[in-house]
C-alpha cells in the first residue's frame, strides 16, 4: 500500500521536474539567440538589401491577352453527319467541329517554328547571346549558339499561353514578354496567322475534294450514288465559300491584344518579404550551429 502512494506521489514531482527542464531548455535557446542577435540583425539585413535589389533590377515581364471566340459556321452541318461514312470511305475530311484543332495547331512546334523564322525572333529571345552592333552571336562555335529548337522550347515555355474555358469555348491566347508593345503585336499576330494558316488548308482541301468528287461523279451512273456525291461536292463547296468570305476563319477576336501596363512580374513586395524571412531563418541556423560547434 505504501509503494502505491509513494508511486502516486512521484508523479507529480516528475512533470514539475519536467516543466522546469523545458523551461531551462527555452531559457536556453532564447539566451543562444540573443547572445547572437547582432550577427541575426546582420544577416538578414543583408538578405533584405539583397532581395530589394533583385526585386529592383529584375527584367520586368508583361503579358498581353486575345479573348477569342470559335468562328461561327465551322460546325459540321447535318449532310455532313449523314455523309461522314462516305466522306471517310472516300479518304476525305469534312472539317468543322470544335477549335481542338485550331489549339493544337497554334501550341504546335511547326506554328512556332514557323513564327520565329518568318519574324526573325532567333536573336530577339536570346538578346544576351546575341551582338545587335555586330549583328552576330556572341560565341563563335556553332554548337554554343542558340538554334530554332531552342528558340521553339523557349517561346513554348515561356512566352505562349493558351487557356480554353470547356463551359464558354472562350479561348484566350496570352504572350509574356519583357516589351509590353511587342508582346501585344504578337499576339495579335498569331491569331491572324492561325485564322490564315487553317483558311489555306481548308481551301487547299475542299478544292481537291470537289476535283475529286466531281471526277467520280462522272464515272458513275447509279443515280442514288450521283445524288450522295452531289451532296458532298454541295458541302465543299459552302466550305469553299465560307473560308473565301471571312478572314476570321477559325476564331472570331472578341478582345484584341492591348500593350499591358502593369508588370506579371517579378513581385517585388513578395521577394523582399520572402527574402527578409529566408535570411532571418539562414541566420538562426548559422548561430545555433556556432553554438553546437564550441568547445
Known sequence: ?????????????????????????????????????????????????????????ATEWYRAEVL??????RDVSPIQGQLGGLAALAGMSLGGGDSVDAIATLTSR????????????????????WDPE???????????????????RRFHENILR??????????????????????????SLLVQRLNSKLRDQTL????????????EMQKTNVVTLQQAVGRLVESELQKLMLARGTEEFAFRTIDPAQPP??????????IVVVGTLLGGFIALIWVFVAQALRP
Open 1 to 57: 500500500m505504501s509503494a502505491g502512494i509513494s508511486g502516486e506521489q512521484d508523479l507529480p514531482r516528475q512533470a514539475s521536474q519536467n516543466f522546469v527542464d523545458d523551461e531551462l531548455r527555452l531559457a536556453e535557446l532564447w539566451s543562444i539567440v540573443w547572445r547572437g542577435k547582432w550577427r541575426i540583425v546582420a544577416i538578414t539585413f543583408v538578405f533584405s538589401m539583397l532581395s530589394v535589389s533583385y526585386a529592383l533590377f
Open 110 to 129: 511547326e506554328f512556332a517554328r514557323d513564327f520565329i523564322n518568318d519574324e526573325g525572333l532567333l536573336p530577339v529571345l536570346f538578346p544576351e547571346e
Open 162 to 187: 493558351v487557356d480554353e474555358d470547356r463551359a464558354t469555348g472562350l479561348v484566350t491566347v496570352a504572350v509574356e514578354w519583357t516589351d509590353p508593345d511587342m508582346a501585344a503585336e504578337w499576339a
Open 68 to 73: 477569342l471566340a470559335p468562328a461561327e459556321g
Open 134 to 152: 555586330e549583328e552576330r552571336w556572341l560565341a563563335t562555335d556553332t554548337d554554343d549558339q542558340p538554334d530554332i529548337r531552342d528558340a521553339v
Open 204 to 215: 487547299k482541301e475542299a478544292e481537291t475534294n470537289v476535283a475529286y468528287l466531281q471526277g
Open 261 to 270: 501596363d502593369r508588370r506579371i512580374r517579378p513581385k517585388r513586395s513578395l
